[in-house]
């Protein structure tokens, strides 16, 4: 199996409710990066965890990290519409040094007004 | 607030033809990469470039592939003969020193 997948594949839900998707991976980690990108656009750096932190917050997004599970997750409280997109986890190894970025195969949200 | 700028937003090339990509990645960073997303797959690493040289590149960057970072400023991927299968979105990004990547905001490669 890969490093960084994510879980669901796709998620649908009315606006107002959270959003919670799932990243796993296989290998040791130096961090995680969570990205969004809405179809056919760049990606868009949401927010960075370290092997050392549990959690992360910037504004209506919240991240975990659980290294013993090899584990992360994002949610996004209080969705809308302006939140549709595709969420990828991307893992930074630790034995890399370049620092180049694994990611997974995302979760497509749609956020329905 | 700083940007990864990219150029030019789309390329359409014969296959066999050189391409070459442009990037100018933010002023203060050191690594600089290559990525590519080939139509409704994941994103996949390419190349990464520090201290004007390649410190990593995947099995993709193949001898077809290069990249230079000509004048302190613009960091570029040429690809020398394009192939069908190089069609794809390509993105560049560079490192903060906190280790975050920003991307721009993707060529997208048509080879025809």
């Known amino acids: 199996s890969q490093q960084g997948e994510e879980d669901p594949q796709a998620l649908s839900i009315q606006e107002g409710e959270n959003a919670t998707m799932n990243c796993s991976y296989k290998t040791s980690i130096n961090n995680l990066q969570w990205y969004r990108q809405n179809s056919g656009r760049g990606l868009v750096h949401l927010i960075l965890i370290r092997s050392n932190e549990r959690e992360k917050h910037s504004g209506r997004l919240r991240v975990t990290l659980d290294t013993s599970k090899k584990s992360s997750s994002l949610l996004i409280t209080a969705s809308r519409a302006a939140d549709t997109a595709s969420y990828f986890c991307?893992?930074?190894?630790?034995?890399?040094?370049?620092?180049?970025?694994?990611f997974g195969q995302g979760t497509e949200l749609s956020v329905k007004p | 607030e700083p940007e990864v700028t990219q150029t030019p937003s789309h390329q359409v090339t014969q296959m066999g033809q050189e391409v070459i990509l442009r990037c100018v990645p933010i002023s203060n960073h050191l690594y600089f990469y290559w990525y590519r997303q080939i139509l409704g797959q994941k994103v996949e690493f390419l190349v990464s470039f520090y201290n004007n040289e390649i410190s990593e590149k995947s099995e993709i960057f193949d001898d077809q592939f290069s990249v230079e970072r000509p004048d302190g400023s613009n960091f570029t991927l040429k690809i020398r003969s394009t192939k069908l299968e190089d069609s794809a979105m390509y993105f560049c990004?560079?490192?903060?020193?906190?280790?975050?990547?920003?991307f721009g905001p993707g060529t997208r490669l048509t080879v025809t």
């Open positions: 990004a560079s490192r903060t020193p906190r280790a975050e990547q920003y």
């Open positions: 991307a893992t930074d190894l630790i034995y890399n040094q370049g620092g180049k970025l694994i």
